[in-house]
């Protein structure tokens, strides 16, 4: 079991070569969350996550012997990118396992990062279990993404660096897939200050550590996609699940709509750019899911920055809807020459934006002397949604507005009919 002088052992090991990420106060999301909110910016690392810690520190105690047979590792993306990058650096020859869904942005970093990348299964799990397979057909060293004590001593150094940037700290919260980061980081906390609550955050999708903490043993629960896809793992790691039990006050799930909102709340707010599993943390405190009261010290752990951009824009545009600053109108008129000039006059004296305007005929519930014209408008927000719907009803038009049925990524329904 890991050791508060193995963590700093791990700090002195990898202190040259990892980043030191700050951990600040930010003052964008009082009216969301109790207390005295700090991020600590583990997306700031070179290859976006904090897993390079534990990479790191792991590839530093192999034997000359080891290093020259090369190693192997399964991840879904980050803790890969980590293992590329300094195993490239140190020049040891690295083989990557990744599931099939791994976002491409992750792929490429690591094919970048000098390793050699194999796509295998739809799952974490799958890739782990092809990783073994090969780990001993080909004679290689495995570096473990979360199940190994070099590698959560190493995640532990975010621990040792929270105190140091916020000793006054009450409330630790942080992402929890396989317990790599939260097992280290509360190894530390709770060694130098046992006061301090350590909550874990895991995604609905993948509730495995919870699950085998109900249960007092590691237990397998099969996951779902989920935009948290570097938590998302089936069980806790052998090393990890005893850390868990003990050092760990506390494990809550959160849903998709509520890590949407919070990587669009820190993109928009804070200006950071945050995977799904980093934003887990806030996604909790601002849901209320984990209660801290006014006059405490909360720091969540942003842990990784690595999003799909085409994730990222969806996210986007569904949270701009859901905030009533874009919308799509079905509107029915007349079909007749002027009849879409009136339209775009009314919505333009409104002071709205028309980003996409169509007219369907053919396939759309009208009559045959009518048209539906379909209109993607930009707006300053839901009054002026509303408003605009009030005026092209009050000019005889008829009107519906298409909303989500929920701020999942997903399909809408009519609104307003």
């Not at 803790?79 to 599931?99: D, E, K, S």
């Not at 782990?128 to 473990?144: D, P, T």
């Not at 980003?355 to 379909?374: K, M, N, W």
């Amino acid at each position: 079991m890991p050791t508060l002088d193995d963590i700093q052992m791990a700090r002195e090991r990898v202190r040259n070569e990892i980043v030191l990420t700050p951990c600040v106060r930010t003052r964008l999301f009082e009216e969301l969350v109790p207390g005295r909110l700090h991020f600590k910016f583990e997306n700031q690392h070179r290859t976006g996550s904090f897993k390079e810690r534990g990479a790191l520190n792991r590839l530093l105690t192999l034997t000359a012997e080891e290093r020259e047979r090369g190693v192997i590792t399964a991840s879904a993306g980050n803790h890969a990118q980590a293992v590329a990058f300094h195993a490239n650096n140190m020049g040891i020859p690295a083989t990557v396992l990744m599931p099939e869904s791994t976002p491409l942005i992750k792929v490429s970093n690591t094919r970048r990062h000098g390793a050699e990348v194999i796509l295998h299964g739809q799952r974490f799990s799958q890739a782990i279990e092809e990783s073994r397979r090969l780990e001993e057909a080909r004679n290689l060293v495995m570096v473990h993404a979360f199940d190994d004590d070099a590698v959560v001593a190493g995640q532990g150094t975010v621990g040792l660096e929270i105190l140091e940037q916020t000793p006054d700290v009450d409330v630790v919260v942080v992402p929890l897939g396989g317990g790599g980061l939260i097992s280290g980081t509360a190894v530390a906390l709770k060694s130098l200050k046992p006061e301090v609550r350590v909550i874990g955050v895991e995604v609905e999708a993948a509730p495995s550590a919870l699950r085998s903490l109900e249960a007092g043993q590691i237990v397998e629960v099969e996951t779902a996609e989920t935009l948290a896809d570097g938590i998302a793992v089936k069980a806790p790691g052998k090393v990890t699940f005893p850390l868990l039990q003990r050092f760990v006050d506390d494990v809550v799930l959160v849903g998709e709509e509520e890590i949407a909102r919070a990587i669009l709340l820190l993109l928009e707010r804070e200006k950071s750019v945050v995977e799904g599993a980093g934003a887990a943390g806030l996604a909790a405190l601002i849901s209320g899911r984990v209660p801290v009261s006014p006059d405490e010290t909360v720091v969540t752990v942003l842990c990784g920055g690595n999003i799909d951009l085409n994730i990222l824009s969806r996210i986007i545009d569904r949270g701009m809807v859901d905030d009533g600053r874009m919308a799509r109108l079905v509107v029915t008129v007349r079909d007749r020459p002027g009849s879409l000039a009136r339209l775009t006059q009314l919505v333009a004296r409104e002071g709205a934006n028309v980003l996409e305007i169509a007219h369907q005929r053919a396939f759309a519930d009208i009559s045959v002397g009518d048209v539906e014209i379909v209109m993607h408008l930009e707006t300053r927000g839901r009054d002026h949604v509303d408003r605009i719907i009030r005026v092209l009803r009050e000019d005889g038009t008829r009107v519906q507005e298409e909303v989500l049925p929920s701020r999942a990524v997903g399909g809408s329904r009519p609104r307003g009919v």
